[in-house]
C-alpha cells in the first residue's frame, strides 16, 4: 500500500457569506390523448448531448402570468400543440442546479391537459427540443427519463381513470 495521497482541498466561503441559491418557478403539462381506443403520452426530449433525456414541455413563469397560462404558452412555443384541455393541476417538482457558476433551485407545476386524438406536434427547436413521441400508456413508466416524475404521472394516470369511469 503506497503513500496516502492528502484530500483535495475545497476552497471555503467566509461562514458569515450565505451560499446564493436562485430560485425560478416555471410550469409544463402532461399531455396525453384518446387514439383509436388507447391512450396516448406526449414526451419531448429537451436540451443537448448525451444526458438528455423523455420529460414533458416546461419553461418559465413570466412576470404576471399565471401558472396555467405559462403550462400553455410553453407547450405552445415548444411542440407547437394547441386545443388542449385543462384537466387539473398536478403538482409539483423541485430540484437544484449549476448553472453558469449559479446554484438555481427550479420549482416546476405539471398541469394535465387532453389533446384532441389528431394532435400533432411541430417542433421548433425551442430549447433545443428536436425530438417528440407519443408513447402508449403501458409504456410511460420505462419512457420517462427522471424518476422524480413518476408520482406525477401516476397521478395523472388516476386522474384520467376516474374521468373515464365518470364518463
Same mark, same amino acid.
Request: hydrophobic share 35%; aromatic share 10%; charged share 35%.
Given at each position: 500500500?503506497?503513500?496516502?495521497?492528502?484530500?483535495? &482541498?475545497? =476552497?471555503?466561503?467566509?461562514?458569515?457569506? =450565505?451560499?446564493? $441559491? !436562485?430560485?425560478?418557478?416555471?410550469?409544463?403539462?402532461?399531455?396525453?390523448?384518446?387514439?383509436?381506443?388507447? @391512450?396516448?403520452?406526449?414526451?419531448?426530449?429537451?436540451?443537448?448531448?448525451?444526458?438528455?433525456?423523455?420529460?414533458?414541455?416546461?419553461?418559465?413563469?413570466?412576470?404576471?402570468?399565471?401558472?396555467?397560462?405559462?403550462?400553455?404558452?410553453?407547450?405552445?412555443?415548444?411542440?407547437?400543440?394547441?386545443?388542449?384541455?385543462?384537466?387539473?393541476?398536478?403538482?409539483?417538482?423541485?430540484?437544484?442546479?449549476?448553472?453558469?457558476?449559479?446554484?438555481?433551485?427550479?420549482?416546476?407545476?405539471?398541469?394535465?391537459?387532453?389533446?384532441? =386524438?389528431?394532435?400533432?406536434?411541430?417542433?421548433?427547436?425551442?430549447?433545443?427540443?428536436?425530438?417528440? &413521441?407519443? $408513447? =402508449?400508456?403501458?409504456?410511460?413508466?420505462?419512457?420517462?427519463? !427522471?424518476?422524480? @416524475?413518476?408520482? @406525477? @404521472?401516476?397521478?395523472?394516470?388516476?386522474?384520467?381513470?376516474?374521468?373515464?369511469?365518470?364518463?
Amino acid at each position: 500500500m503506497g503513500p496516502r495521497r492528502p484530500r483535495p &482541498v475545497r =476552497p471555503r466561503r467566509p461562514i458569515n457569506q =450565505p451560499r446564493r $441559491v !436562485y430560485v425560478e418557478v416555471g410550469a409544463g403539462g402532461i399531455i396525453f390523448r384518446r387514439r383509436k381506443g388507447r @391512450l396516448e403520452f406526449f414526451f419531448v426530449k429537451h436540451g443537448t448531448g448525451p444526458t438528455r433525456k423523455w420529460t414533458w414541455p416546461k419553461g418559465h413563469q413570466e412576470a404576471g402570468e399565471e401558472l396555467e397560462q405559462t403550462a400553455v404558452r410553453e407547450i405552445r412555443e415548444e411542440t407547437g400543440l394547441t386545443d388542449l384541455r385543462l384537466v387539473a393541476w398536478i403538482g409539483k417538482t423541485s430540484f437544484r442546479l449549476r448553472k453558469e457558476d449559479k446554484l438555481i433551485e427550479k420549482h416546476v407545476h405539471f398541469f394535465l391537459f387532453e389533446a384532441p =386524438p389528431d394532435a400533432k406536434e411541430v417542433l421548433t427547436g425551442e430549447e433545443a427540443i428536436w425530438e417528440a &413521441v407519443w $408513447v =402508449p400508456a403501458d409504456d410511460v413508466f420505462q419512457t420517462v427519463g !427522471y424518476r422524480n @416524475l413518476n408520482r @406525477l @404521472l401516476a397521478k395523472a394516470i388516476k386522474i384520467i381513470a376516474r374521468e373515464e369511469r365518470e364518463r
